[in-house]
């Protein structure tokens, strides 16, 4: 049996081609796709490839998705054909040194899934038994598909400390940026959204409800804007960076007023360095928080938000495309023109 799939060959190289259908291995379960999304892990990979998701080439590609179940391993429990599910990207293993101490992110033996830009992706042990969820009813194969973004966002948040009244900021508003923001604001804090790309900007009032938007095309330094709205303009009590450049990276940290918290999401290139003001991490008490991917519990707690629907994560799809185009999807999220491009069979 065929199916059509977007495999990866090189950097820039993606091809929409024929395939076999997954064979399925114990405890597998086989998922035809309905919705999948663009993401910047999927443009990046795309513009240079990537050493964990990508370690033979041709290579399933895409890793935001749900379907519906088409077929079954005999020994799988829980679920049966034809159920609404949507799939995380990976699963802990659960038994070595990280997983012992219930930091799952950190796993050492993470099961990685990839290849949801395919009319059909198979879906191994650990991640059916772990992290694989029934889609509510009163969610769409679209909504669902946001769960693993914003599960990463919902584990950012939960290690945040973000009080009622705190002011916010966040540099960089691609769709986890947005989703910070969407966050932050629902713990009731005032937000300071800040960006270059005007569909962004747009979003980041449409669906982020951000408070301040500040385009750092025009405003390269915003540290006056932001020191006059935060209290008594002493500095933001919470600064999310969510780029991934070291120059960003210090410059958030410089914006937090003495003894406020800065987050940094995103992740730089390997082998870079940032320079800090050991007086501010020191006499002012500017702690310093990361976060890295996401857990079976944050996946759980993510689809939760958006059944809830309090963050409408629809807003946040530029164009709907058939999967055969998933390489100008790309291209065009690489070039700004989208935030999520939904990719449908």
């Given amino acids: 049996m065929k199916m059509k799939a977007v495999r990866y060959y090189a950097p ?7 395939v076999k259908i ?7 379960i086989l998922v035809k796709v309905q919705a999948a999304l663009t993401c910047g892990t999927d443009v990046k990979t795309f513009k240079r490839g990537h050493p964990v998701l990508i370690k033979k080439v041709p290579s399933g590609f895409g890793h935001e998705f749900s379907g519906t179940i088409e077929k079954m391993d005999e020994t799988v429990q829980g679920f049966k054909i034809g159920d609404r599910v949507v799939c995380a990207n990976s699963a802990p293993c659960g038994e070595c040194f990280y997983c012992r101490r219930g930091e799952f992110e950190l796993c050492e033996n993470l099961d990685l899934l990839n290849g949801a830009y395919a009319q059909y992706i198979a879906v191994p042990r650990r991640i059916v038994e772990k992290n694989t969820l029934i889609i509510p009813k009163n969610l769409s194969f679209a909504q669902a598909a946001f769960a693993e973004p914003l599960s990463n966002v919902v584990h950012g948040i939960a290690k945040t400390p973000i009080n009622k009244g705190d002011v916010v900021g966040v540099m960089g508003i691609g769709p986890i940026g947005l989703m910070f923001a969407k966050l932050a604001k629902l713990k009731g804090a005032k937000v300071i959204a800040m960006g270059r790309n005007p569909l962004k900007l747009k979003m980041a009032q449409e669906f982020a409800g951000a408070d301040i938007v500040i385009d750092v095309n025009k405003y390269p330094d915003p540290s006056e804007f932001i020191m006059n709205y935060t209290n008594e303009h ?9 780029v991934g450049l070291p120059s960003m990276w210090e410059k958030m940290f410089s914006l937090v007023r003495k003894g406020g918290y800065v987050h940094f999401f995103g992740g ?14 020191h006499y002012d008490e500017v702690k310093i928080i990361s976060s890295f991917h996401h857990t079976p519990k944050y ?7 958006i059944a809830s629907g309090e963050i409408d994560v629809e807003k946040l799809i530029t164009k709907r495309m058939d999967m055969k185009y998933a390489k100008k999807a790309i291209e065009m999220h690489r070039d700004g023109e989208a935030i999520k491009i939904l990719l449908e069979n």
Avoid: Q
């Fill in 12 to 18: 820039n190289d993606i091809r929409y081609e024929e």
């Fill in 22 to 28: 997954p064979e399925l291995k114990e405890g597998e």
């Fill in 234 to 242: 002493r500095g933001l009590d919470v600064a999310i960076e969510c």
């Fill in 268 to 281: 730089c290139a390997s082998g870079t360095s940032i320079n800090i003001d050991t007086k501010r991490l």
């Fill in 299 to 305: 996946f759980r707690e993510a689809l939760d938000l």
